[in-house]
């Protein structure tokens, strides 16, 4: 390749698509897309160190004349006066977090195996449920639910943000469209081997199945950490910390800058997660690819 002609290798270049002008534009589009999508973001932030008579200023400024963490101090001294000590709240956050997220791994990883490479009676109408189920929210079934978890005695525990929680059917879907391209034969030898399903499940094709568990840890995450427990739990021991700093900043335009700080310290763990996931995610996609 050293005595390579330079002006044949440009001509291969082009032969196989590689176009500087075709990667410039779509570096640049790319560049816009993310422009947009870090905006929120940056918004956020912004609004929270902005001191409370710049919040109301006409058309609003993309940044911060006199900055100042005094929103975030406000922020922790209003739910230190709480009854309440703060860490109770974070662990409370936490541990609702922690617990639903590992459930929908748990029960959607084993649901999901057993829909896509087991044949039972009924299968096919269980996926078409599953598919339907997602088009609705789950206020569609509030009522219900808040009847049942009333007879079960979990209304205002702790339980009664878990439990409903623990089942998803966007993580069973995710899940089982992954597991579905999983090569029958592998499941097919380790039967012969003597497998059974439990451990085929955990053993054999869960291990292949990073890119779509690192997808579900991310949105359970993000939805259980978000999770308001204000209809359900009643008790201040019992609620979350998007609960309190909900209740916070609802005290008037005084705590507007309250509340842009509370959107900030509420964004930053599902980022972090997200960070953490998408690295996996990436490198899993990239290395165990699973081929018949």
Known sequence: MAGADPIKLKA????AGRKPGGTAAIFVFLLIIGIFMLLPIYLTVIMSIKPVEELFIFPPKLYAMRPTLSNFSDMFDALK?????????????????VSVTFMQCIFASMAAFVLAKCRFPGGKIINSIIVVSLLYQSNVIYIMQYMLMSKMGIIDTPLALILPSAASPLGLFLMRQSISQVPDAMIEAAKVDGAGLFRICWQIVMPNQKPALMTLIIFAFQASWNMQSGTLVFQEQYKTLPTVAAQTAASGLARAGVAMSAAVFMLVPPIIVFMLAQRHVIETMAHSGIKD
């Open 81 to 97: 006066s709480s009854r309440v000590p703060f860490s109770r709240y974070v662990f409370n956050s936490v541990a609702v977090t």
């Open 12 to 15: 291969s270049n082009k032969q």
